[in-house]
């Protein structure tokens, strides 16, 4: 027989404020999720700043010379919690599959196209705390 007691996990990418030490990670804490690991995306995605608020992630051609890599942190969320977790993400964010470079789906965090529209593009930084910690110098 299953053991039904059993949390059962989702493993969620964030690249943003969610990630460890950052504004947003107290959404993740309050689901009872867990950091997991470090990891950075396939080459197949293109990163924007929102205002400099959050970061925003789109799927692109692989082939694209202007596709990179994203750094990411891949968190445990309890599925109780996930739900809870999405709600609070800004506006435009969403869920979809990421490709990890070494090979893994999972679930991630991703802009909607819309939303990057007049926006900063930050790829060649490779990732949101990188970018940031160019801003802040």
Do not use: H
Not at 119 to 128: H, N
Request: hydrophobic share 40%; charged share 30%; glycine share 12%.
């Amino acid at each position: 027989m299953a053991d039904d007691t059993r949390e059962k996990y989702i493993l969620l990418a964030v690249n943003g404020t969610l990630m460890r030490g950052l504004e947003l990670e107290g959404n993740l804490l309050e689901a009872g999720a867990e950091f997991g690991f470090e990891a950075r995306t396939e080459k197949c995605y293109r990163l924007w700043s929102i205002c400099d608020r959050n970061p925003a992630m789109i799927r692109v051609d692989p082939e694209s010379s202007q596709a990179g890599k994203v750094d990411v942190e891949v968190w445990k969320v309890p599925a109780a919690g996930f739900v809870s977790v999405l709600l609070k993400e800004p506006e435009g964010l969403s869920v979809g599959k990421v490709k990890l470079d070494d090979g893994r789906v999972v679930l991630g965090v991703i802009g909607e196209p819309e939303l990057v529209k007049g926006m900063k593009e930050i790829t060649e930084y490779g990732g949101w705390r990188k970018y940031m910690g160019a801003l802040n110098g």
